[in-house]
């Protein structure tokens, strides 16, 4: 199975790399325009920035699979954060230190799934 998966990532690695950027410019797009994404619910937004950020991370892993762990979460922190710093320059928008939350609780669940995978996947090579 790890090996399949592996020869996946190599094999469609221009196409990881296209689809991560896309998202990434998807995600700013939404993130820094004037007027917000709709939401019928308050936690909605929670949802966007929380789900984002975890794709990008996992995104990021099968795109740059030699990132190190501290430069993945150092890059989609910053992402993030430059949402949030554009957001505050915006009259219509206003910054949330409840998005920063979502956008962290991302990007850890997306660091452990990519640090289990790697575990699992060190343990079936011994």
Known sequence: MK???ERLMVRYSLWFKLTFFAL???GLYLGMRPTPPPTAYAWQA??????GIFAL?????????RWRWWFRAGFMSLVGLAVELVQSLHPTRSP??????ANSTGLVAGLLLIAAWL????????
Not at 46 to 51: D, L, R
Not at 119 to 126: A, I, N, P
């Open 3 to 5: 090996l399949l998966i």
């Open 24 to 26: 990434l410019a998807l």
């Open 46 to 51: 929670s949802g966007y920035h929380a789900g």
């Open 57 to 65: 991370t996992l995104l990021s892993f099968a795109a740059f699979p």
């Open 96 to 101: 949330d230190w409840g998005d920063i939350l």
């Open 119 to 126: 575990m699992l996947t060190r343990h079936v090579r011994s």
